[in-house]
């Protein structure tokens, strides 16, 4: 065996942007995404998937935008996706062209179940249009990645036909998706293994593997494609995404990470080199799952495997002695591998415009002047009332800024009354989008419930409440609290996010935050997601 002058690398391929969008509620909007897909390049992920351009006007104009702003010569690849059709892929390559590294990932399904009730067309038309459709998108770029929906469930002498072909029309990714989350770790290994032993011009392309966790296999079953040959991973952070989601960036980054001794051999490098296993900069994880995290309005679970709160936690008494005594006792890695630092005192109520602007630099966030002046007063205000912000202060407020959308309805004064013998009662006022001013009160189970129903008097949108959390941002009694909610209307579901604090101001301007995200899709009279039943289970 030769050794490659060059280290081989596994790809990272975050597709947060389009499969973990399309979890239930957590749409984003164009902003939003942008912020996004800057941390995901601050991250070093390879490929980001910025969307499926042909779904709608809203993800053909985040996927140009990222392609421009994200997708420079030093950026990570932009990848649009697009069924095996002309016109998809004529959408994807139009909106990626600003890319310097553009790529088009086209699929069609090829599992039998697929062709007979999805897709109606038989496997000798499957084994036709799926090189022309790759050779069509050949035409406009030179990266071309080509799935085969539901190819767990396929006949493997079928698939490897196909992928023969796609390879043979250009196609220099081939992703293997499992795309109902079915196999189990050997079987996901032994059919990446039949396509490197089967297809014979796989030594063209690249082996890419997708999954779904539904029964919480997604990074095992990714862990076991790399030792068999799979060289690229695709994957969201936190693991969100369709149903039970996809494969977690984090869990599988960390796990080739920490036991990278046990994979080095896979990747045909000595047992002990220390050559990173990925370009991931595993100091950015936490930050860029908190980020996606409460822009998605997708709240990770205590005891999530690397990014959880709990995670890096200990509460029995034996296990905190051992780490006192020693770290490497019961941790298997450093909390701040992932950029869990301690809280890191950095500005009070002295601090200035330009230490504020450096420290935002630094933490990676570019603010325009008119953003900084928003930010640089809500920072006064919390400097105000608590005498240490640290940086997870800090970016508390600036991901809040980041997700304000145009403020339709505004908050001009919120005021609650309540105790132990008294009713809550929430007056408040607002403006409306014309600009004028009303007041309206309520009284409600608790404060939050009064605020809400009075902000409804005025407001008056149908919704239903379905998620209500608050978290804090840091330790301490005068900590910013941080409210999540999300909202049904209909079939749609939006999500809002509030920091102050005080936990009721945060409520109410999370409540503002998805009335005016609700209130601007009523408006727009588009839906959100037109396509996205015909796309639910992409296997790309
Ligand atoms: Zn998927």
Not at 153 to 180: C, H, K, M, W
Not at 443 to 461: C, E, L, Q, S, W
Request: proline share 5%; net charge negative; charged share 25%.
């Amino acid at each position: 065996m030769n050794t490659p002058s060059k280290p081989e690398r596994i790809i990272i391929f975050d597709t947060t942007l389009r499969d973990g969008e399309q979890s239930p509620g957590a749409t984003l909007n164009v902003d939003e995404k942008l912020t996004i897909a800057r941390q995901l390049a601050r991250l070093g992920v390879d490929v980001i998937e910025a969307g499926f351009p042909f779904a709608s006007p809203g993800d053909f104009e985040a996927v140009q935008k990222i392609a421009a702003q994200v997708g420079t010569p030093d950026g990570p690849t932009i990848c649009g996706l697009a069924r095996a059709t002309k016109q998809d892929i004529e959408t994807a390559a139009k909106a990626l062209s600003p890319a310097a590294k553009p790529r088009i990932h086209t699929f069609i399904a090829t599992s039998d179940i697929h062709l007979e009730y999805k897709l109606r067309k038989s496997r000798q038309e499957v084994l036709e249009i799926a090189p022309e459709m790759v050779a069509y998108a050949k035409s406009f770029v030179d990266d071309v990645e080509f799935s085969p929906e539901d190819a767990g469930r396929s006949d493997p002498e079928f698939l490897y036909q196909v992928l023969e072909r796609a390879i043979a029309a250009g196609a220099t990714t081939i992703n293997i998706p499992d795309t109902v989350g079915y196999l189990t770790p050997s079987e996901f290994g032994a059919l990446i293994k039949g396509i490197k032993d089967n297809v014979p011009n796989i030594d063209q392309a690249i082996i890419s593997v997708h999954g779904h966790n539904d029964l919480g296999l997604a990074v095992a079953n990714f862990l076991e494609a790399v030792k068999n040959g799979a060289r690229q991973l695709e994957c969201t952070i936190n693991g969100i995404g369709e149903r039970a989601g996809n494969a977690a960036l984090e869990e599988l980054v960390m796990a080739m990470h920490v036991r990278r001794q046990f994979y080095n051999p896979f990747l045909g490098r000595p047992v002990d080199s220390e050559e990173p296993l990925t370009n991931i900069d595993t100091h950015q994880i936490y930050k860029t799952s908190r980020l996606v995290s409460s822009l998605t309005g997708m709240l990770v679970q205590p005891n999530k495997a690397i990014v959880g709160a709990n995670a890096f936690a200990h509460e029995s008494g034996i296990h905190q002695d051992g780490v006192l005594k020693h770290k490497l006792t019961y941790e298997i890695m450093d909390a701040q591998s992932i950029g869990l630092t301690d809280n890191q005192i950095v500005l009070g109520k002295h601090s200035g415009r330009n230490a504020f602007r450096t420290r935002l630099k630094e933490l990676g966030y570019e603010l325009a002047d008119q953003e900084l002046n928003r930010a640089f007063l809500r920072f006064k205000e919390l400097a105000d009332k608590k005498k240490e912000v640290t940086d997870w202060d800090l970016e508390a407020i600036v991901n809040d800024e980041a997700q304000q959308v145009p403020e339709l309805f505004r908050l001009e004064h919120v005021h609650v009354s309540c105790g132990d013998h008294a009713r809550p009662t929430a007056t408040v006022i607002l403006r409306t989008p014309d600009g004028e001013e009303l007041t309206d009160a309520a009284i409600g189970t608790g404060p939050v419930d009064a605020v809400y129903k009075a902000i409804n008097r005025v407001v008056d949108i149908p919704n239903q409440l379905i998620e209500f959390s608050v978290q804090s941002v840091t330790a301490g009694i005068d900590a910013i609290g941080e409210v999540t909610i999300r909202l049904k209307h209909g079939d749609h579901i939006f999500s809002g996010h509030g920091a102050n604090t005080d936990i009721i101001v945060a409520s109410a301007q999370a409540y503002m935050n998805a009335l005016n995200r609700l209130y601007a899709s009523l408006q727009t009279g588009r839906s959100l997601h037109p396509q996205h039943d015909e796309v639910a289970s992409v296997g790309g």
